[in-house]
């Protein structure tokens, strides 16, 4: 067994964007900490107290976010960034087991009672970990795993929890009334954005919980799924691959593996953010192929979410001739009757003010200023209020 050691904590995140986002031209979001931090959980939710007990259950104790994988009895697999399982409990500790299940870089935040994240890796040779001691055993307490890097590093299997000293599992905590997608490459994914520019890209330094999508989300209380995967394009993949593409693996229940589908009538968005096009824009492209799979590819996640709002994207770098194509197939979209659906392309990283992530890939301040812009964009367009 071993103990969460040796962890970052992201406890002035939501200061860092307040501040960098007030220096920004334009409307400007006062970001308070617990916002970036926590979830708030709708008052609408009731907590069904029948479910209490001290054993564990992993389908009653849990409230699971993302596309989970059900169908190996020792228990759910978690593939994309940004999947996530909660839990309540009233007792003075806890224990987790946690282990890969595909590949061995795989890495999440904890957050204990609404603290901030504690990193950690997900050891094979260490799969018992201590997530909690020295609670009042007489509270409630809430727990949450969340999975900062994606499946290219490794998917990861929940065994259980146990309570070592005594007390009960409770009702998983509610879900927010408002649900996210997130559609993607790299950046969605959160690749590189605690590292520098120079750094080779590592699993580590991956972080969706700072992701703009997953920080637009929390700030806006909606539930997210981070549909990314690095490298991925709309016609063409980074590598020239025109295979598996973003046509083939959106479909996916793990995206490295093209069966099962994901079955989509488990979860229905609000609002989705389509964001491909970086990685095409590296390679000669037909314009006319590129708007028509645009296109279809809308048209596919509407076919799926009738009443969604669907904002088409770029950035934060402003590539071209993509940029151009991509409001080629709005203008296609939007003449086709779908006023639902709204283009809008994110503000070009500063490199020399901001810097950047790995591998020329935007830090935690780029994703900030992306995330005020998409905050802005939806509340705009949908009447969300914060």
Same mark, same amino acid.
């Given at each position: 067994?071993?103990?969460?050691?040796?962890?970052?904590?992201?406890?002035?995140?939501?200061?860092?964007?307040?501040?960098?986002?007030?220096?920004?031209?334009?409307?400007?979001?006062?970001?308070?900490?617990?916002?970036?931090?926590?979830?708030?959980?709708?008052?609408?939710?009731?907590?069904?107290?029948?479910?209490?007990?001290?054993?564990?259950?992993?389908?009653?104790?849990?409230?699971?976010?993302?596309?989970?994988?059900?169908?190996?009895?020792?228990?759910?697999?978690?593939?994309?960034?940004?999947?996530?399982?909660?839990?309540?409990?009233?007792?003075?500790?806890?224990?987790?087991?946690?282990?890969?299940?595909?590949?061995?870089?795989?890495?999440?935040?904890?957050?204990?009672?609404?603290?901030?994240?504690?990193?950690?890796?997900?050891?094979?040779?260490?799969?018992?970990?201590?997530?909690? *001691?020295? $609670? &009042? /055993?007489?509270? =409630?307490?809430?727990?949450?795993?969340?999975?900062?890097?994606?499946?290219?590093?490794?998917? +990861?299997?929940?065994?259980?929890?146990?309570?070592?000293?005594?007390?009960?599992?409770?009702?998983?905590?509610?879900?927010?009334?408002?649900?996210?997608?997130?559609?993607?490459?790299?950046?969605?994914?959160?690749?590189?954005?605690?590292?520098?520019?120079?750094?080779?890209?590592?699993?580590?330094?991956?972080?969706?919980?700072?992701?703009?999508?997953?920080?637009?989300?929390?700030?806006?209380?909606?539930?997210?799924?981070?549909?990314?995967?690095?490298?991925?394009?709309?016609?063409?993949?980074?590598?020239?691959?025109?295979?598996?593409?973003?046509?083939?693996?959106? *479909?996916? $229940? &793990? /995206?490295?593996? =093209?069966?099962?589908?994901?079955?989509?009538?488990?979860?229905?968005?609000?609002?989705?953010? +389509?964001?491909?096009?970086?990685?095409?824009?590296?390679?000669?492209?037909?314009?006319?192929?590129?708007?028509?799979?645009?296109?279809?590819?809308?048209?596919?996640?509407?076919?799926?979410?009738?009443?969604?709002?669907?904002?088409?994207?770029?950035?934060?770098?402003?590539?071209?001739?993509?940029?151009?194509?991509?409001?080629?197939?709005?203008?296609?979209?939007?003449?086709?009757?779908?006023?639902?659906?709204?283009?809008?392309?994110?503000?070009?990283?500063?490199?020399?003010?901001?810097?950047?992530?790995?591998?020329?890939?935007?830090?935690?301040?780029?994703?900030?200023?992306?995330?005020?812009?998409?905050?802005?964009?939806?509340?705009?367009?949908?009447?969300?209020?914060?």
């Amino acid at each position: 067994m071993k103990k969460m050691t040796g962890a970052i904590a992201f406890a002035c995140a939501g200061l860092l964007m307040a501040m960098m986002i007030a220096g920004c031209s334009g409307r400007s979001l006062e970001l308070p900490q617990e916002r970036v931090r926590d979830v708030v959980i709708g008052e609408n939710n009731q907590q069904d107290d029948s479910v209490n007990s001290p054993e564990f259950d992993r389908k009653r104790h849990v409230r699971y976010t993302g596309r989970i994988d059900w169908r190996d009895p020792d228990g759910p697999v978690l593939s994309w960034a940004g999947s996530s399982i909660a839990l309540r409990f009233q007792g003075s500790a806890l224990t987790m087991k946690l282990v890969p299940k595909e590949r061995s870089e795989s890495w999440v935040n904890i957050k204990v009672d609404g603290g901030p994240p504690q990193k950690l890796y997900i050891d094979a040779n260490t799969p018992v970990v201590t997530i909690a *001691e020295g $609670l &009042n /055993p007489d509270e =409630e307490h809430t727990v949450e795993i969340y999975k900062r890097t994606e499946a290219m590093f490794g998917t +990861i299997q929940l065994h259980g929890f146990e309570l070592p000293d005594g007390g009960e599992f409770l009702a998983p905590p509610a879900r927010p009334e408002r649900k996210i997608e997130i559609i993607g490459d790299s950046i969605s994914a959160g690749s590189g954005n605690e590292g520098k520019d120079g750094d080779p890209n590592i699993a580590e330094h991956e972080n969706n919980w700072l992701a703009y999508g997953a920080l637009a989300a929390r700030y806006l209380n909606a539930e997210h799924h981070t549909t990314a995967v690095s490298g991925i394009g709309l016609t063409v993949n980074y590598g020239d691959e025109r295979v598996n593409t973003m046509l083939d693996q959106y *479909e996916r $229940l &793990n /995206p490295l593996h =093209e069966e099962p589908k994901w079955d989509f009538e488990q979860w229905t968005p609000d609002v989705v953010v +389509i964001n491909l096009g970086t990685n095409d824009n590296n390679y000669e492209i037909d314009k006319d192929d590129f708007v028509a799979k645009y296109v279809g590819f809308v048209e596919r996640v509407r076919s799926r979410y009738p009443e969604a709002h669907i904002f088409i994207t770029l950035g934060p770098f402003q590539l071209k001739p993509v940029q151009d194509y991509i409001f080629d197939a709005f203008g296609v979209i939007r003449q086709a009757g779908d006023k639902r659906v709204h283009c809008f392309i994110f503000r070009e990283a500063n490199r020399e003010r901001d810097g950047m992530g790995e591998t020329g890939h935007p830090n935690t301040i780029t994703h900030a200023l992306m995330a005020d812009q998409l905050v802005g964009e939806i509340m705009e367009k949908t009447g969300w209020s914060k």
